[in-house]
C-alpha cells in the first residue's frame, strides 16, 4: 500500500540526523548586492536594468559579466540511476542534487541549481536541458542511466557552447586515474606497465577505461554483467562495440574473475562480487579499487591479505575514491576561462594535478589518493583544467 504524506510523523523521522538536517532543504538563494532605498531598486530592478539588457541584447557576451551566468551550473537529473539506489524517479532524486550544489559551493565557490526532470527519453532530456542552458555556465549532468547518458551527453555538447559534464562518468575516471597514478608511483611502475580489469560498462566503467585507455594504460579488460567485452561478442551496443574494439588486446574472454589472473590492476564499477581467490590470483604489488557502494566488490580487509594498494567508494576506510576531488575544479577552471567545452586533455590535467597533491614524503599504501578536505585539492584542479584549456584553445578569456 502506498504511503501517503498525511500517515508519516515528522517529528519521528526527525529523530534520525538524516532526515533532521534535510528538513527544509540544503540550500537558499541570497542576494550579492542590498536593495535598501528606491535608488538601490531603481538600479536593481527597473529602470535601471533596462540599460544591461539592452547591452546584453547588443552584445550577448556581456551576459557573463552582468548576470550570474558566468559561476552558475545547473545540476541536472531524471532520476533514473540515482547513487546506489537505481531508477527512483526525478523527486526522490532532489535531496542528491541539493546535495550537489551544497558540495559545487563549498568546494569551489560555484553556484548550482539542482533540476530534476520528469522525463528520461534522450530528446525530451537534450531538448530540455537545451534550453535551459541561456541560464547556466555549464552543465552538470547527474544519475542519468546507461547507455542513455552517453547519447545525452554527447549531443548536449554538440548543440552547446558551454561545458556539458557528465559526472558519474568523468568525475569518477578523473579521481580514479588519479589514484591508480599515485598507486603505480608507489609501486614502482607507470601506467604502460599495468594491466587492468574493469567490471562494470555502465556510466562509470566506460569512462573510467576511455581515461585509462588515452592516459597509457598497458592493457585492458572490460567486463560486463554477461562477462568480458570482446571484438565478435553478440549483443554489443555502439559504446560496447567501441570497448570491444579499443580494449582487450589480449583477447580474453569468460568472466571478470578469470581476467584477474595475473593482472596488475582491478577496478571495480559493477556491484558485483569478486571472490578472495580471484584477488589472490591477482600479480604481485596488486592494485584494488572496490569501488561499489555501499558494498565493494570485495571486502578491503579481504583485498589487504593479497593487494598493495586498497581502495573504495567509502569514507570509513583508507583511499576514497570520491567525485568531490574533481567536480568542483573542474567546473571552476572551466568558468573561470570561460571555457566552450570540457576536453580529454582537461580530465587527464585534472587527474595530474590531483595525483600531485600526494607528494613523495605522504604516498602510502593507505594515502594514494588525499583528502576531500585538503585545501589543495580544488585550487591545484581549477590552476591545471585552467591552464589545459588555454592550451586546447577552448577558453574564450
Not at 504524506?5 to 548586492?33: N, Q, Y
Not at 590492476?265 to 584477488?279: D, H, K, N, R
Not at 571486502?299 to 586498497?310: D, G, T
Request: with cysteine; hydrophobic share 45%; charged share 20%.
Amino acid at each position: 500500500m502506498a504511503v501517503t504524506p498525511s500517515s508519516i510523523s515528522l517529528e519521528s523521522l526527525d529523530l534520525d540526523p538524516a532526515f533532521a538536517l534535510h528538513r527544509g532543504g540544503k540550500l537558499e538563494i541570497r542576494s550579492t548586492v542590498p536593495v535598501r532605498n528606491a535608488d538601490d531598486l531603481a538600479l536593481a530592478y527597473t529602470p535601471g536594468v533596462a540599460k544591461v539588457c539592452t547591452a546584453i541584447a547588443d552584445d550577448p557576451g556581456l551576459v557573463n559579466d552582468y548576470t550570474w551566468v558566468s559561476n552558475v551550473v545547473a545540476v541536472v537529473s531524471d532520476g533514473t540511476a540515482v547513487l546506489g539506489l537505481g531508477d527512483i524517479g526525478p523527486a526522490a532524486a532532489m535531496p542528491v542534487m541539493e546535495g550537489k550544489a551544497l558540495l559545487f559551493k563549498q568546494f569551489a565557490g560555484v553556484d548550482a541549481v539542482p533540476i530534476c526532470l520528469d522525463c528520461t527519453g534522450v530528446d525530451e532530456l537534450v531538448e530540455t536541458v537545451a534550453r535551459l542552458a541561456p541560464s547556466f555556465g555549464g552543465i552538470n549532468l547527474e544519475d542519468i542511466s546507461a547507455p542513455r547518458c552517453f547519447e545525452v551527453e554527447d549531443r548536449l555538447r554538440e548543440l552547446l557552447d558551454i561545458p556539458v559534464f557528465h559526472d558519474d562518468q568523468h568525475g569518477t575516471a578523473i579521481v580514479v586515474l588519479a589514484a591508480l597514478k599515485n598507486a603505480a608511483r608507489l609501486t614502482g611502475r607507470s601506467l604502460g606497465d599495468l594491466r587492468a580489469v574493469v567490471a562494470g560498462a555502465g556510466a562509470s566503467g566506460v569512462a573510467v577505461s576511455r581515461i585509462l585507455l588515452n592516459a597509457g594504460i598497458g592493457d585492458i579488460a572490460v567486463a560486463d554483467s554477461k562477462g568480458l567485452i570482446h571484438q565478435g561478442r553478440d549483443g554489443l551496443n555502439p559504446f560496447k562495440e567501441a570497448l570491444a574494439r579499443d580494449t582487450n588486446r589480449a583477447g580474453l574472454r569468460g568472466s571478470t574473475e578469470s581476467a584477474l589472473a595475473g593482472a596488475d590492476v582491478f577496478v571495480g564499477l559493477s556491484g558485483s562480487t569478486v571472490s578472495e581467490q580471484a584477488i589472490a590470483s591477482m600479480a604481485p604489488e596488486a592494485i584494488v579499487f572496490a569501488l561499489s557502494n555501499p558494498t565493494p566488490e570485495v571486502h578491503p580487509e579481504v583485498a589487504r591479505r593479497h593487494a598493495r594498494v586498497v581502495a573504495t567508494g567509502r569514507s570509513d576506510f583508507p583511499n576514497q575514491i570520491n567525485n568531490v576531488l574533481a567536480f568542483p575544479g573542474v567546473f571552476r577552471g572551466a568558468l573561470d576561462v570561460r571555457a566552450t567545452t570540457i576536453t580529454e586533455n582537461m580530465k587527464v590535467a585534472a587527474a595530474e594535478a590531483l595525483a600531485a597533491v600526494v607528494g613523495d614524503d605522504d604516498l602510502s599504501a593507505d594515502h594514494v589518493i588525499p583528502s576531500p578536505f585538503d585545501e589543495r585539492v580544488a585550487p591545484a584542479v581549477v590552476a591545471a583544467v585552467a591552464a589545459q584549456a588555454r592550451e586546447d584553445g577552448v577558453a574564450r578569456q
